[in-house]
């Protein structure tokens, strides 16, 4: 490999990969983006919104803009006060409309963008565990289809408390030949169920209850032995794919920022794994530029996809 392409390689991601790491990505919508462009609700949070109520004046606080589209909606409804809805239950109908719109978007990215996705990600030597920031099942279905299965298999964690209520964590495996899986995780919520979709500041909220008590879980000794998307993001070596992390990912980065506090003592810091992302610019000021290492270094977005499916394949 010349030495000025290997420059563009975080070294750190270069020894990973020469080791034969597990990697746990998080994969946002610019995986979407990268195959159908921008002008699309599977890519753009804008659009998604604006399809609802074009009236909507968007803040880029996206949690926030959500709660004002139900707020709007519910508001809008007709005079007969027999057919007024309450808040919650417009939000239900709301997301009634989203899985259902999300799910037609989907069939026609597949049916006519299939090619252009970045597939080579899923490759079960390099990744262990994908968490998708997306509704959608996209993901799913082109991983299956690279390991010649017809569908992924719904499975879930279950954690017990005798303080709190159990938890129970979905996820979906696709198995590969020679016992190889990845495992997708949804903890924003999935097309598949309206009544779990995490979009506004309330919902999010909520979470953040979950991801602490996930925490817990994964330092016990009784539940060491049972995975979850939070185990799997503390403890493997992560890349953020086609996510800015942006503020609004409250629920992530408090388990990045618990991550972070795991391994801050000077004895702990050596098993602490590196977090990588894909980005195109430096940004000193970023928290993200404080938090997470740069995966290559004087490409584009589309170089950069290309590049790790190349390092993917060896």
Known sequence: MPSEIFNMINPKFQNLISQNSKFTIILGSGFHRQAIGANSILSNWEKLLNQYNSDLKLTGFYPLDYEQLVVQRTGKQEDEKSLHKAANEME???????????????????????????????????????????????????????????????????????KNADIEVPYWEVSFAEKEIIRFWH???????????????????????????????????????QISW?????????????????????????ALVNR?????????????????????????????????EPLFTGMNFDEQWKKLEKLFKK
């Open 92 to 162: 239900k109908i709301i997301s009634e409309e989203i899985c259902f719109d999300l799910s037609c978007a989907q069939e026609k990215a597949i049916k006519f963008s299939k090619k252009k996705y970045p597939k080579g990600i899923f490759n079960p030597k390099k990744v262990s565990d994908i968490i998708s920031l997306n509704f959608d099942t996209t993901a799913e279905a082109l991983c299956s289809e690279l390991a010649k299965v017809k569908k992924p298999i719904n499975k879930s964690s279950k954690f017990h408390s005798a």
């Open 187 to 225: 903890p924003h919520g999935l097309m598949l169920d309206k009544e779990n979709l995490t979009l506004g500041l309330r919902e999010y909220s909520k979470r953040i209850q979950t991801v602490e008590r996930l925490r817990n879980y994964s330092k016990s000794e009784n539940q060491k032995e």
């Open 260 to 292: 972070e506090r795991n391994f801050a003592k000077n004895e702990n810091i050596q098993f602490k794994q590196p977090i990588f992302q894909m980005r195109e610019c430096e940004c000193k000021n970023d928290a993200q530029h404080e938090w997470f």
């Open 230 to 254: 939070y185990r799997q993001l503390a403890h493997n070596p992560v890349l953020i794919l086609g996510a800015e992390m942006s503020k609004d990912e409250w629920d992530i980065w408090f």
